[in-house]
């Protein structure tokens, strides 16, 4: 596995880790370590955004 695809699989389980934390206690992580839409936070939402994009070319990858 190439280490971008490693990752964007690792931003993605945090993603996926921080929605379930939401639904399930309303409880946002990203917020709680770094802030209320802190300049941080953004970042990290956005590098989870797009390791979800990439993370479509990985479903089609040839194995």
Request: glycine content about 12%.
């Amino acid at each position: 596995m190439k280490i971008i695809d490693t990752i964007a699989l690792i931003l993605i389980i945090i993603g996926a880790i921080n929605w379930g934390l939401i639904g399930i206690f309303n409880f946002n992580l990203v917020e709680a370590l770094f802030g209320g839409f802190s300049i941080i936070s953004r970042i990290i939402y956005i590098l989870v955004g797009i390791s979800g994009l990439w993370g479509i070319k990985l479903i089609f990858d040839k194995r």
